[in-house]
């Protein structure tokens, strides 16, 4: 429970995850070394990955749905996420909050989370209490029971959500602003927790029919990470999701193409809230899976050697050498069903502003699109990148959580463990044909805040 | 229907599993450096966290910010490598060197492939012993320091944390805001660089933990190597020891946020407290359990009020913290903390019930064995067993202090630390607290800019 005081001196890929609300694990999507995850699928047409580390007696359990935010209907924004907080609400068997409760009292921990594309729900617990979440979890899936009493207070709890994570914080208000400008009438535009007069006219009724038509084992994915084999799982797998009717057609994601902007978009935020400016860029980019074969783990790089981390060229050239930026960032979103986001963060020293900021940032772009990158720092990107891999699995949690992504957004299972050599294999001509995808004849949308009155 | 009622009545009294069978040994190397470490071959990883005692409370007070401009520096040149080269050394290794400030304990951590390990324990120990302090890094980090000091200010959670300390501690360290001030982080010389990072990186103010693909007999020289040329002993100031004065107050920052960020807190529990076992497990089950508390069950199940609300304990070396925070829309702020105090009132008049206590145990000790699935997460329990002096046996005993308290310990230590009256509660947004009736009169609690030093133009 301990808390440190105050923040220290963060490296600002820490300030990004907090502020990007985009994904925070797995930028590179991929793990492996070791061997891969063991996949089988239920007669029902239910997913089943493992992920064994036997070092400690305890699992992570998930379930994962084929379905997230982007696949609500048009004035519903929000129901996904709703839903997912509907989920501890109880069934026939299980009283309204007694999941959770049952969950604590057998020493786990639970909780769930909602993206564009998936929603996911996950205990971690002690090995032998795995049976009971796995007969708990079947049981939400088919047996979730609502009724007014604890959805419309829900409700009030998911509009506090969203003061906290959007209207409180200027600079994710402006990232929400700027997706809508990228993805156009793309659900990938909306946002994820939904907008405020929208959520507040969901109702219990809105919650069930969403959660029939997509809840059913057909359209779920079971990952369990830790101290399980395969061998052990699957006759448990059988007895607890196995018995579950399919309720629903599988669903299929058929979503119409995105429109990428068709000019620049600059939006400019003034609020008084704020006494330091932020400048943000996302570039249009497709995901891990639209992107081309070979160009797939090439993004990984890009992003790596344009602003990865303090020996990157952007932090050398604005934060060490020019002095301009105390900050800079480029990252790359490929675990999307649909295409991603390139994106560029950059905050300048106290006394700075944006304009010289966003010139360099410029200028370094053009200067890697002009040379290319060097031999030294892409091997340096690749050494990094597959570190990260092996580092990834020391926690179960993590594993868990990248395998279930990369699937719930199109990859295989083979393709996510493959990914570290794939990075390994990547040239420099690789690394520049993509930059020319993300840079040259795309057209972005930069966002900035600054302090003061809107003028 | 049955067979599920069945199953979790038998989960229940099922006896919860031991705590991992994990080997901790305490390696003394040839030159008497201690570390407590897991060998454990897995995966080809090693995972070293390290924390000297003397962190930012340690600063003086006009160059507040001084351990944390050293944690920022330590990797940015030391021994023959600049800053560009350390740095370029470490991505070459794919390891990962940091270090950082708290109120207490300066910490280092480095986490590195199992085939690097020399060389990453070389530029570990370089760091520690050998930083440069180039001009060039120095006023690099000095700017980027300045910003997030600015930045800071901005974000609600800052201001109502900053408020919070200045208005219960006024100017004892503890008060201060570790990274520093505007002022105070230009005052910050090479000089005072060096000086504090020799006076603090010492040999017997340091605790270690080592977790991953080592051998004990090989880590021993490894000790030796990468510690062995810090000073013999540390050389701290004296930080003075404080109580909160026991006094309810409620305090508004004034900014345009819709939701009110609220943090309340009064004194608390030293982790030495006979009491301070009691206290975690009444703290659970008043605001601790993240889905399972009394006023996660008040604040947000029953009325939507939040979507965060919880409670800790916060025992420092000089000072001990009970604190409590809650995120709600400007509107019902009043009633929110109205709440709040019936509850920690009922619970201090009550304590808990015999299912409560039940409940929270088979939770906590159920849970210990989740602390330690990675070795990055082990190394973070096994330095702080040693930095609390709790002793290389305490894994094993943890669940066994937890099971042995009854409910009169808690409605004992429930009377003594839950004081609605003594809250003190500091607020950034637009609050309404008319509906709080159970506010003591005073006349700052009105919406308006109070005079606190974070209300300044900045």
Redesign the interface.
């Known amino acids: 429970?301990?808390?440190?005081?105050?923040?220290?001196?963060?490296?600002f890929a820490a300030l990004l995850i907090a502020v990007v609300l985009g994904v925070a694990f797995g930028r590179s999507g991929g793990l492996a070394t070791?061997a891969a995850p063991v996949t089988f699928t239920l007669e029902n047409g239910m997913n089943v990955l493992v992920i064994p580390?036997?070092?400690?007696?305890?699992v992570t359990h998930m379930v994962w749905y084929t379905v997230g935010a982007a696949d609500e209907m048009p004035g519903k924004t929000g129901l996904a996420h709703f839903l997912e907080h509907l989920m501890?609400k109880g069934t026939?068997?299980i009283a309204p909050?007694e999941f959770?409760?049952?969950v604590?009292?057998?020493?786990?921990?639970?909780?769930a989370f909602t993206h564009y594309d998936f929603t996911a729900y996950f205990q971690?617990?002690?090995?032998?209490?795995l049976?009971?979440v796995m007969?708990?979890e079947a049981?939400r899936m088919t047996h979730l029971r609502l009724t007014d009493t604890e959805v419309?207070?829900?409700?009030?709890?998911?509009?506090?959500?969203r003061?906290?994570r959007i209207?409180?914080n200027p600079v994710a208000a402006l990232q929400s602003e700027m997706n809508a400008a990228l993805y156009g009438n793309h659900p990938y535009g909306r946002d994820i927790i939904g907008h405020m007069e929208e959520i507040v006219g969901l109702t219990t009724e809105d919650a069930l029919d969403f959660y029939e038509r997509f809840y059913t084992p057909n359209n779920a994915t079971l990952i369990v990470a830790?101290d399980v084999t395969a061998e052990e799982l699957r006759p448990l797998a059988e007895e607890y999701y196995g018995v579950i009717e399919e309720r629903a057609p599988t669903f299929i994601r058929e979503r119409a193409a995105i429109e990428w902007p068709s000019e620049d978009v600059r939006i400019t935020r003034h609020d008084?809230?704020?006494?330091?400016p932020t400048w943000l860029r996302f570039y249009p980019a497709p995901g891990y899976r639209t992107a081309q074969e070979a160009d797939k783990p090439a993004f990984d790089l890009l992003a790596e050697i344009l602003g990865g981390?303090?020996?990157s060229r952007l932090y050398?050239s604005l934060?060490?050498e020019q002095?301009l930026a105390?900050?800079v960032q480029s990252w790359y979103e490929g675990s999307r069903l649909d295409d991603g986001k390139f994106g560029l963060y950059a905050?300048?020293?106290?006394d700075g502003g944006l304009d010289v900021l966003e010139s360099a940032v410029e200028a370094e772009v053009a200067r890697l699109l002009q040379g290319g990158v060097n031999e030294g720092e892409l091997a340096?990107a690749k050494?990094?990148i597959?570190?990260?891999a092996?580092?990834a699995?020391?926690?179960?949690r993590t594993m868990a959580y990248a395998y279930g992504e990369g699937l719930m957004t199109g990859m295989t299972a083979r393709q996510i463990h493959e990914w570290p050599e794939r990075v390994q294999a990547v040239t420099q001509a690789d690394v520049l044909r993509v930059a020319r995808l993300v840079f040259e004849g795309t057209h972005a949308v930069t966002g900035e805040v600054l302090p003061g009155e809107e003028p | 229907?049955t067979r599920?009622?069945l199953?979790?009545l038998l989960?229940?009294v099922?006896p919860?599993?031991p705590v991992?069978a994990?080997n901790i040994e305490r390696v003394v190397s040839p030159g008497g450096i201690e570390a407590w470490l897991v060998h454990?071959d897995?995966?080809?990883?090693i995972?070293m966290e390290v924390a000297w005692t003397g962190g930012?409370a340690s600063d003086p007070t006009e160059k507040s910010g001084l351990a944390?401009?050293v944690?920022?520096l330590l990797d940015e040149g030391a021994g023959d490598l600049d800053?560009?080269a350390f740095?370029?050394r470490m991505?070459?290794?794919?390891a990962?060197i940091?270090f950082?400030?708290?109120?207490d304990y300066f910490r280092g951590s480095l986490?590195t492939?199992a085939n690097e390990r020399d060389e990453a324990f070389r530029l570990f120990s370089l760091a520690i012993s050998s930083p440069r302090f180039d001009e060039d890094a120095v006023e690099?980090?000095r700017?980027?320091?300045?910003?997030?000091v600015?930045?800071?200010?901005?974000r609600?959670d800052?201001i109502v944390?900053?408020t919070w300390?200045k208005s219960a501690l006024g100017d004892h360290p503890?008060a201060r805001?570790?990274?520093g001030t505007?002022e105070s982080i230009t005052q910050i010389t090479q000089a005072d660089l060096a000086d504090y990072t020799k006076r603090t990186l010492a040999r017997d103010n340091l605790k270690i933990a080592v977790v991953g693909a080592i051998p004990a007999a090989e880590l021993g020289a490894l000790l030796d190597k990468t510690f062995g040329t810090l000073p013999a002993e540390a050389d701290l100031p004296v930080v003075p020891n404080v109580e909160l004065p026991e006094r309810g107050e409620v305090v508004v920052v004034v900014?345009?946020?819709?939701?009110s960020?609220i943090l309340f807190g009064s004194q608390g529990l030293l982790r030495d407290d006979e009491d301070f076992i009691p206290a975690f497990v009444m703290?659970y089950i008043l605001g601790?359990?993240?889905?399972?508390s009394r006023l996660m069950?008040e604040v947000?199940?029953?009325?939507?009020?939040?979507?965060?609300v919880g409670t800790?304990?916060?025992p420092r070396t000089h000072a001990a913290f009970f604190?409590g925070e809650v995120?709600?829309?400007n509107e019902r702020v009043g009633q929110t903390l109205g709440i709040i105090r019936r509850e920690l009132a009922s619970m201090a008049k009550n304590g808990v019930t015999e299912a409560e206590l039940d409940?929270a145990k088979?939770?906590l000790?159920?849970?210990?064995?989740?602390r330690?699935?990675?070795?990055?997460s082990i190394a973070n329990q096994l330095l702080?067993i040693q930095i609390e002096n709790l002793g290389i046996d305490y894994v094993e005993r943890r669940n066994g202090l937890i099971e042995a308290v009854t409910q009169e310990n808690i409605a004992r230590v429930a009377a003594r630390l839950l004081k609605p009256e003594n809250l003190l509660v500091t607020i950034v947004g637009k609050p309404d607290l008319s509906t709080d009736s159970s506010l003591p009169e005073r006349d700052d609690m009105a919406p308006a800019p109070s005079a606190h030093p974070s209300e300044a133009p900045?």
């Open positions: 429970m301990l808390r440190s005081r105050y923040l220290a001196l963060l490296p070791g580390d036997h070092r400690a007696p305890v501890f026939e068997k909050g959770s409760r049952i604590a009292r057998n020493g786990g921990q639970d909780n971690v617990i002690a090995k032998d209490r049976p009971l007969e708990m049981d419309l207070p829900e409700r009030d709890v998911v509009m506090e959500e003061r906290m209207e409180n830790g008084p809230r704020v006494t330091q981390g303090t020996t050398r934060v060490v002095g105390a900050g905050v300048p020293r106290t340096r050494t990094v597959a570190a990260g092996v580092y699995r020391d926690n179960q | 229907m599920l009622a199953a979790i989960f229940l099922a919860l599993a991992a994990m454990e897995s995966i080809p990883v995972t930012t944390n401009m944690s920022a800053s560009a740095q370029e991505d070459e290794i794919a990962s940091s950082s400030a708290e109120s986490q492939l690099r980090i700017a980027q320091i300045a910003t997030i600015a930045r800071n200010r901005d609600p800052w944390e900053d300390f503890y805001a570790g990274e505007p900014r345009d946020f819709p939701q960020v703290n601790g359990g993240s889905f399972s069950e947000r199940v029953k009325r939507g009020l939040a979507y965060s800790y304990l916060d604190f995120g709600t829309k409940d088979t939770y000790t159920g849970s210990y064995p989740l330690f699935t990675s070795n990055r702080g900045l």
